[in-house]
């Protein structure tokens, strides 16, 4: 599933980056291992999960904007953590939910650190038909854009005009993505970054 969308950006030539594994992204992947975030519309309102912690920020802007989101908790493996709150809010348990959670019309935010390890859950997602949630703050111009679904997109970044976000992309705040840039599935993008125009991020970059 597509949202189509729009919006402006930078610019510099065709850079075509794989993603290969490292330690930084296996450190920050064994951290916040399955830190699932669940959503559900306003209506029914549901949420849970967060490794990239303005994902919570990102919510509350989104839903001042127009109420759509409510936040239920957070989904995680480590037995530690369960029963626990992060944030104000309560982690539920581990995977073992997401069926219950799915039949109750709730959506799923797929908040995991690293590419490969954010691949590994979202494949768990969608083989379970939960439904994905994609969130971009309100104040990003999205015109002439499209973007895929389960993507992330906090305040601040600016997207360029026919730039093309893939399905599970991550976005750190006040990443700038000139126009006509392709981002495949799975990319993670850090804070600041600049991505020139016509630039083509493979699937799994970690930049």
């Known amino acids: ?36 975030s669940v959503i559900s519309v306003f209506f029914t309102a549901r949420f849970l999960g967060a490794a990239f912690f303005d994902v919570i ?17 957070f989904v995680d493996d480590t037995a530690e953590v369960q029963g626990k709150t992060f944030m104000g809010y309560p ?24 590419p490969r390890n954010k691949k590994i859950v979202a494949d768990m997602l969608l083989a379970n038909d939960c439904r994905i ?32 976000i893939g399905n599970f992309v991550t976005l750190r705040l006040r990443v700038l993505l000139s126009h006509d840039v392709k981002v495949e599935d799975y990319v993670f993008v850090g804070p600041g970054a600049i991505i020139g125009g016509e630039t083509t991020l493979k699937e799994g970059a970690f930049i």
């Open 1 to 36: 599933m597509l949202y189509d969308c729009r919006q402006h950006l930078y610019a510099a030539g065709h850079v075509y980056i794989n993603y290969s594994a490292s330690f930084f992204d296996d450190f920050l992947a064994g951290f916040f291992f399955f830190f699932l």
């Open 57 to 73: 920020k990102l919510v509350n802007a989104i839903n001042r904007d127009a109420p759509t989101w409510n936040l239920l908790g």
């Open 91 to 114: 982690v539920l348990g581990g995977r073992e939910l997401i069926p219950k959670l799915n039949k109750e019309g709730v959506h799923f935010v797929n908040n995991v650190h690293g």
């Open 133 to 164: 949630a994609t969130l971009i703050h309100p104040n990003i111009d999205m015109d002439y854009v499209t973007v895929g679904m389960g993507s992330i997109l906090p305040d601040g970044c600016i997207v360029g005009s026919g730039t093309k």
